[in-house]
């Protein structure tokens, strides 16, 4: 069998957890395996709907081993809570599974995140949620951070968290903020061990026997690669790398082991938080699209900024994540428009250009549009290619063009069953 990475290939929120819920399935194991709860997977099936923001998506299988990988940040306090929606539905969690590397978020780290982001001016601010991410990578990075093990060793515990509150004290005093309790801070972190204590393992033996074993795992990614802190829009970027080439690190899987990328894109472009985004619409079609995608980020609730197809935008996370195919999600929103438009260049100073400038230059781009005929009818009960409209095939295979990758998938509704599988991975082997 396969080993799968599910990534985003715009700026997050493109539909992953819907993906993912459809491909597990049939699925033996689901990592996530980069990330915190600073963004959802909104998944709907016979249990109803539920907005992940840790567990991963395939938990609705019973049959799979659903694991929180090294690479992710947990916030015990949201995860309990998490995992107490989720089992109110009727839904086993005793396949869940949380690495002992991962890193803890700890309650000082959203109290810092959201002071760091009020301290920003005006356009400097990032648009974080102020769950915390970022401070709890940064911690991991200079390597004073707490991992999800430690929560079961006392002594240890107590030696790492004495170390950081030292710091941590001092920049909320310059704050103006009161210090934080050692003793208070070692009892709610041995609490959350004492709770979670059985799904805190080791998952490197579990990864490996799944691996070796030919069975089918899925690597599921958070957010998309315009968020990418290496290669996104840099400073307005996630603190980890949601890319296919994280997936490795991140989930304790060998390079020599993915069989599989597929790049999670919606039929127009939404993002969360700051940045240049050169494809948004301030106008009644961007209205239209939030209003018919119900466009709200599934963290914040906040309205998302949309616009038409950024086909740059996806060329650019095509090359850098080795793309096998495509899922393209929410055709269905765009069924009722007379015009839809996709970006296919930028005008920079001038010039058309068709590569991804640095987020300065960026700022600066006029998106250059080509239209597209909508089809002005429902696609929501398409099941087959031959289901769909003329018009909407080819306006699909104009996103597989710029891709430059096939697409396998396409959704065409919120639930399970409304998706159509395409059988050929050609660009050419499906006819409009």
Excluded at 59 to 83: D, H, M, S, Y
Excluded at 108 to 126: F, M, T, V
Excluded at 280 to 299: I, W
Excluded at 386 to 400: E, G, N, T, V
Aim: aromatic share 8%.
């Amino acid at each position: 069998m396969a080993v799968t990475a599910v990534v985003g290939a715009q700026w997050g929120d493109e539909g992953k957890g819907r993906v993912v819920d459809y491909l597990a399935q049939r699925a033996d194991m689901v990592i996530r395996f980069q990330g915190g709860d600073n963004a959802g997977h909104t998944v709907i099936n016979h249990y109803g709907t539920f907005k992940l923001h840790m567990i991963p998506s395939g938990i609705f299988n019973p049959k799979t081993r659903c694991v929180i990988g090294a690479g992710t940040v947990v916030n015990p306090a949201n995860l309990l809570g998490e995992i107490e929606e989720v089992e109110a539905a009727g839904v086993s969690l005793d396949n869940l599974y949380i690495s002992e590397r991962a890193h803890v978020v700890l309650p000082y780290h959203p109290k810092l995140d959201g002071l760091e982001e009020s301290a920003r001016e005006g356009g400097s601010k990032i648009g974080t949620t102020k769950r915390g991410i970022g401070p709890t990578y940064a911690d991991k990075a200079a390597r004073s951070g707490v991992r999800m093990g430690d929560l079961k060793r006392p002594g240890y515990l107590r030696e790492r968290l004495a170390m950081s509150l030292e710091r941590k004290n001092r920049t909320l005093a310059h704050f103006g903020m009161p210090p934080l309790d050692l003793d208070e801070m070692v009892e709610t972190c041995l609490e959350w061990g004492r709770v979670l204590g059985d799904r805190i393992v080791d998952t490197l033996p579990m990864v490996q026997e799944a691996v070796r074993g030919g069975h089918y795992v899925l690597l599921e990614g958070q957010l998309g690669v315009m968020r990418d802190l290496d290669w996104g829009i840099y400073p307005y970027v996630t603190s980890s790398n949601p890319t296919a080439g994280a997936v490795f690190s991140g989930a304790g899987v060998p390079p020599t082991a993915l069989t599989e990328v597929i790049g999670v894109v919606k039929a127009y472009s939404t993002a969360v938080g700051g940045g240049p985004f050169p494809v948004e619409l301030l106008d009644a079609d961007g209205e239209k699209l939030r209003d018919v995608g119900k466009e709200y980020g599934a963290t914040t609730g906040r309205p998302r900024r949309c616009g038409w197809f950024d086909g740059v935008a996806i060329k650019y996370a095509s090359w850098l994540n080795g793309f096998s195919s495509l899922a393209i999600t929410k055709l269905d929103v765009l069924d009722d428009f007379d015009v839809i438009k996709v970006c296919v260049a930028y005008e920079l100073d001038g010039e058309q250009i068709t590569r991804m400038p640095d987020t300065p230059d960026l700022e600066r781009v006029t998106p250059v549009y080509e239209e597209w005929a909508g089809w002005k009818q429902s696609t929501q009960d398409a099941r087959t290619w031959d289901d769909l409209p003329k018009a909407a095939r080819a306006f699909l295979h104009r996103i597989a063009e710029l891709a430059e990758v096939p697409f396998r998938y396409v959704s065409v509704g919120p639930e399970r069953r409304q998706l159509v599988v395409l059988d050929t991975f050609g660009v050419e082997g499906v006819k409009a």
